[in-house]
């Protein structure tokens, strides 16, 4: 189990240090960019060097968010005092800059996904938070740290992503009382909501289109499954990001309380997994090294994707016969 440090300590080894790098977990979603976006900003406007070091480029459909400070250069940080990975805690979440991250004279952890605590000097970790944001909100009013307009608009997509605009169970009061202080920071709620929500591209609408074509009802219609694969993508010239949210489509089908959504990417298969009203989806995905929450969890098959759909229908149909 982790020994969690008090955000008060956190703080004061941000403040103490010069040199700040920022690890989210590989392809970061909203809260992960947000989570380390509003941090690195409050940060730099506290006279520190802060970067975000990415694997990649913001993946398009969170370009619109405050990514100024993001980097793929590992060396813009000769040895930084202090390394954070946020959203993540565990080296296999971004093994590609796992060394650069050892090289943080103190190395600490920010994330609401329960985890061993493999690695790392400091940690805050929990499980209880809807969203890492939430986590940073709080570190930033302990610290007395300015929550300006910009990074109040960081935040709230971290919160609103990872609860589904406030709609997934674990939005939590707390997630309201934190979006009602960041909306009297002059957050533009329009432009977000239609960034994240309301800008669909065409090629997303002909990949789900497909995908949902190929779906499958398992365990009397309890369970729905599909898959995207990397030929798929290649006919309509698209991206795995043009698929993001079909796992959530998978999931709002009526009578569905499980859904699995199988993507191929350099010869494995990645997998998203949602639960509804009930269901553990976290409990298949360590099956396979995976994790997460109760409702939303994934994990990596290194296997053809024939293979990954049968493992996974398997899994989802034994589940409802314990």
Known sequence: MISNSSLKDIGRMLMEAENI??????????????????LCRALREAGKTVWILLDEP???YLAFMDTEFCTEDKDIIGKPDVCVCI????????????????????????????????????YYVDGDEAATAQIVYRLLVEMGLEIGKTTAESLYIG????????????????????AAQLFKKGID???????????????????????????????EGKAAISCVTE?????????????????????????VELAAFLKEKSGAVKVSLRAKSY?????????????????????????????????????????WER
Request: charged share 25%; net charge negative.
């Open 21 to 38: 790098l920022l690890f989210p977990h590989t392809s970061p979603d909203g809260d992960a960019i947000g989570s380390c976006a509003a």
């Open 58 to 60: 913001v993946t398009g």
């Open 87 to 122: 959203d993540c805690s565990e080296e296999s979440r971004f093994p590609d800059r796992a060394a650069k991250y050892r090289e943080g004279r103190i190395k600490l952890c920010l994330d609401h996904h329960v985890t061993s605590g493999s690695f790392g000097d400091y």
């Open 159 to 178: 919160i609103s992503t990872d609860t589904g605009s406030f709609r997934h169970s674990n939005t939590t009061a707390e997630s309201h009382l934190i």
């Open 189 to 219: 709620h329009t432009r977000i909501i239609v960034n994240l929500y309301n800008s669909v591209s065409y090629k997303r609408v002909r990949m789900e289109s497909e995908i949902l074509s190929r779906m499958e009802l398992l365990a």
């Open 231 to 255: 030929e798929m993508l290649a006919a309509e010239n698209a991206a795995l990001e043009d698929c993001e949210g079909v796992v959530d489509a998978l999931r709002d089908i009526r009578g």
């Open 279 to 319: 269901g553990n989806v976290d409990e298949i995905a360590v099956k396979f090294g995976g994790g997460g929450h109760v409702k939303a969890a994934g994990c990596t098959l290194y296997m053809s994707m024939d293979e990954a759909m049968e493992v996974m229908k398997k899994e989802l149909c034994d589940y």
